[in-house]
């Protein structure tokens, strides 16, 4: 039963399909959609993070995947993304934490000339829900911008995130300006189109293709500092 539900509703992301009112996509005009099925799995107990890791980012993955590969093209990802962000409301309050006891500032931002967030927003949410005030810069932040927050909030984390290729030219250049003008703040970087190599060679400090690992890859880096 719980299997099934996560695989519905990673199949809703995929296809685009928001909610039981929605006629796109015609061949599953009529049922439930990403929000249905998000409300339903919550109320037979799978735990948040579960939906949004098992079903939510599983059907994200899947359009993403042929978007690389030339099978799917943007109205695709933003169909996609607009079921998956109504998803994520519902989700959102079983994330939120106690502020007064925040463990550290992360910065973060979609790069100059790229205006998808879907990324980024989880990414947000997730930090959010493991103890984090998260300065969100929202979408096409410029490289200046960047070093304007992380002025503002000495000791601040910097995540940058890119959807497209061709803005990733700008999360290299914002990575060297800000290593050159605050050589200890960690820079961590995810997108699509992103990758392990990518991130050695435009010297970030780390590079997550799922953004679960990152609180504690944070945490963990402020312990040794």
């Given at each position: 039963m719980v299997q099934q539900i996560l695989q519905d509703l990673s199949a809703c992301v995929e296809k685009?399909?928001?909610?039981?009112?929605?006629?796109?996509?015609?061949?599953?005009?009529?049922?439930?959609?990403?929000?249905?099925?998000?409300?339903?799995?919550?109320?037979?107990?799978?735990?948040?993070?579960?939906?949004?890791?098992?079903?939510?980012?599983?059907?994200?993955?899947r359009v993403g995947d042929k978007f690389g590969c030339g099978e799917a093209f943007i109205p695709d990802l933003m169909i996609s993304a607009k079921a998956m962000n109504a998803a994520t409301q519902i989700l959102k309050p079983y994330f939120e934490s106690d502020h007064s006891s925040q463990k550290g500032t992360f910065i973060i931002g979609t790069v100059m000339g790229d205006l998808h967030d879907i990324g980024k927003n989880i990414v947000k949410m997730i930090m959010e829900g493991a103890g984090w005030n998260v300065i969100d810069l929202g979408t096409n932040v410029s490289t200046e911008k960047f070093v304007e927050a992380l002025q503002k909030n000495p000791g601040a984390s910097l995540g940058m995130s890119a959807l497209l290729t061709t803005t990733m030219v700008n999360m290299e250049k914002t990575v060297k300006i800000v290593k050159e003008k605050f050589d200890d703040?960690?820079?961590?970087?995810?997108?699509?189109?992103?990758?392990?190599?990518?991130?050695?060679?435009?010297?970030?400090?780390?590079?997550?293709?799922?953004?679960?690992?990152?609180?504690?890859?944070?945490?963990n880096h402020i312990k040794k500092t």
């Open positions: 685009g399909k928001v909610d039981r009112q929605a006629s796109y996509p015609p061949d599953m005009k009529g049922q439930d959609g990403a929000v249905e099925l998000t409300q339903k799995a919550l109320d037979e107990g799978i735990a948040a993070n579960k939906i949004l890791l098992e079903g939510l980012m599983v059907g994200m993955k703040t960690l820079v961590v970087i995810g997108g699509a189109p992103v990758t392990e190599k990518f991130c050695q060679k435009i010297g970030a400090d780390a590079y997550f293709s799922t953004p679960h690992l990152l609180p504690d890859y944070l945490e």
